[in-house]
């Protein structure tokens, strides 16, 4: 048990076991199953109720919604209906069109709408995976291509062999064409948006990309997993998609189709804007499940582009930057497993937690910087159980260490009240005050000599058993036993800030326990005992004292000698004690079996019946100590019992 402790003890243990921990957590970061996605999302989801921007007041999401549907019927509308909205929106920048057209209608319906559509910096929509969707004819790949991005290199985009395009004569009107799809995260939440899609080999742009090309006359380069748009290198994940920066919900500049139809409204409001018109009639289905709620698809595309605008795209904090934060939670962590209060240490865990969210949403407002906070928990959870499952067991093997080591000297409840203490022991050796006592037989030779060697040792046994039991009620702890002497020590391991009272308290039941010990034999028995005590008090040095592979917990220094000497004086002292009563002459007690130094005399002269007997010359020092007898028998038995430290401790 001695070795198992030491070994859960080890630092470097518990150490690997976390940098174990944080290498599987950070592992899953690069290579997370659906479910594990899914949940890292929701977890970060809500850092977008912290954004205060707007979107920028240049986009304009002219909408389709349910006014305009009253107004105008059910969708879908007339195409001459559409074309003279469009025809309104003329001083328009650029105009993203996010409806496909992919169905023919009539002739002249068509013509017009294409016919205005000619004159319009206007941008075509067009689905990968809608009911229309078919492979495309050399004419329609033709007009993919003129629409394609120039500049990609071993990029890895989603992939389509077929596209819902407009039908002609709409198709031929378009200056360029885009893109209209969004793809969902794991759980089905849009979050991402891709910047392009191969179709056959042309890698196509979707709506906002093009949008930004047609209106800034920049270009779109993908190589490999790098984007760069003008001189702007894009944060893009490895499918070359953009992390959207989502803004409040309807903090946006809407304008209705029918108040675009209206016949007051001024063509002028929509001049220098970026447009996009779009549907979000509920029954077009054309809402899309985002972290701030369902939004109409288009508003997808216009959050894409106004983060270009306002320069807030998201950079996920992924890779070494993501290692590093792991690094930095272990780090915290490990200094709160050396937190040997458990309600400090599980308050240092909930400021943790809450840190983590914190600097989320820190690095989100701050520096655009995106740390899924899924990962950071999941590891301090980890490392929480863990470490606290470390702390057990270290804990449990170092209760049973105490509580061997100390099980035999202090009584049971004293042991499990060194264990719940055992943070404040200091086991290694200490100088403070004592109290000793020290107990042996008077004249026990003959009893030696008398007794068969089997009988003699159950006598002691008996003997030493009621002697602990006095000694461990005052908090004593037992050091050792030699030959037929007892050494008891006060105030260690446990403090004990009355440890002169507790020993002497502790040497007159001991006297008490003689007495009834001996009243199982009669008078002239050698099993009959008598015994002398010595206890003193005083600085001394106590802790594990001996060899490496062999110590025990005891005290050394003065205190220790002078307290056996007061025991050997015993015997001469009430010799001469009795003598004198015999004589006549006045003593205030009957004998002396306890003598005690001048400091434990101090500590309790006004609570114990003490008499003094005499200046001693003690064996080992130069100059004569006073001596005081301890009345034991003066202290009724029931009154010690009361007063037994043991009585508070069960």
């Known amino acids: 048990m001695h070795s198992s402790f030491h070994l859960l003890r080890s630092q470097w243990r518990l150490w690997l076991l976390l940098l174990g921990l944080l290498l599987a957590v950070f592992l899953l970061s690069l290579r997370p199953p659906v479910m594990v996605q899914a949940l890292s999302s929701a977890l970060s989801d809500d850092f977008y109720t912290w954004n205060s921007r707007s979107y920028p007041d240049k986009l ?167 984007a760069t748009l003008g001189d702007r290198s894009l944060p893009v994940d490895e499918l070359n998609r953009i992390k959207l920066n989502f803004y409040p919900e309807g903090d946006y500049q809407r304008l209705t189709f029918a108040e675009l139809m209206a016949d007051d409204w001024d063509p002028q409001s929509l001049a220098g804007k970026w447009v996009i018109l779009g549907i979000s009639e509920a029954g077009v289905t054309d809402l899309r499940s985002t972290p701030v709620g369902q939004l109409p698809g288009p508003l997808v595309h216009m959050t894409f582009v106004a983060n270009l605008l306002d320069d807030s795209l998201l950079q996920d904090l992924q890779g070494l930057a993501l290692l590093a934060v792991l690094a930095v939670c272990m780090v915290i962590l490990l200094g709160l497993l050396q937190q040997h209060r458990t309600l400090l240490r599980f308050i240092g865990y909930g400021i943790l937690v809450a840190g983590i969210y914190g600097a989320g949403v820190l690095l989100y407002l701050q520096a655009d910087l995106w740390l899924e906070i899924f990962y950071p928990l999941l590891l301090v959870l980890a490392l929480i159980i863990s470490g606290e499952l470390w702390l057990f067991m270290r804990n449990k093997a170092r209760a049973d260490q105490l509580r061997s080591a100390f099980g035999s000297y202090v009584a049971p409840a004293l042991v499990e009240k060194i264990v719940g203490q055992s943070s404040e022991l200091e086991l290694g050796g200490k100088r403070q005050q004592l109290t000793l006592l020290f107990s042996d037989l008077r004249n026990f030779t003959p009893t030696t000599e008398a007794l068969e060697t089997e009988e003699l040792v159950s006598h002691l046994n008996n003997y030493f058993d009621a002697m602990i039991n006095a000694l461990q009620a005052y908090q004593g702890t037992l050091d050792k036993l030699m030959g037929d002497a007892v050494m008891g020590l ?136 006073p001596a005081w007898a301890l009345d034991w028998q003066a202290l009724d038995p029931a009154w010690l019992q009361a007063e037994a430290v043991s009585e508070d401790l069960r």
């Open 60 to 226: 304009v999401f002219v909408d389709v919604e349910n006014t305009s549907v009253q107004a105008y019927g059910r969708w879908p509308w007339p195409r001459s209906l559409v074309a003279e909205g469009l025809a309104k929106m003329h001083q328009a920048e650029v105009i993203g069109v996010d409806i496909a057209f992919a169905e023919p209608t009539r002739p002249e319906e068509d013509q017009q709408l294409a016919e205005v559509i000619s004159g319009l910096p206007a941008i075509g929509g067009s689905f990968l995976n809608g009911p229309q969707a078919r492979l495309l004819n050399e004419s329609a790949y033709g007009r993919v291509l003129d629409s394609s991005l120039m500049q990609v290199s071993e990029a890895q985009l989603i992939e389509s062999q077929q596209l819902e395009l407009p039908v002609s004569p709409i198709l031929e009107a378009y200056p360029v064409l885009s893109a209209l799809n969004i793809e969902p995260d794991a759980d089905q939440r849009f979050r991402h948006y891709p910047l392009a899609f191969w179709v056959k080999d042309a890698a196509y742009p979707n709506l906002g990309v093009q949008m930004w090309r047609m209106a800034r006359m920049q270009d779109l380069a993908l190589e490999g997993q790098t």
């Open 490 to 625: 006060f105030n260690a391991p446990l403090k004990d800030t009355d440890h002169a009272y507790h020993a002497c308290l502790a040497a007159a039941a001991m006297q008490h326990a003689l007495v009834d010990f001996n009243a199982d034999f009669p008078q002239g028995d050698v099993r009959r005992l008598a015994m002398g005590i010595g206890v003193n008090t005083g600085e001394g040095v106590v802790g594990n004292i001996g060899g490496q592979k062999r110590f025990n917990y005891t005290a050394i220094g003065d205190v220790v000698n002078v307290a056996a000497r007061l025991e050997s004086a015993t015997k001469e002292e009430n010799s001469k004690w009795k003598a004198a009563v015999a004589a006549g002459e006045n003593k205030p007690c009957a004998s002396v079996d306890i003598l005690l130094g001048e400091a434990t005399y101090e500590a309790v002269k006004d609570r114990l019946p003490c008499h003094f007997v005499g200046t001693l010359d003690l064996k080992g020092k130069s100059e004569g100590l």
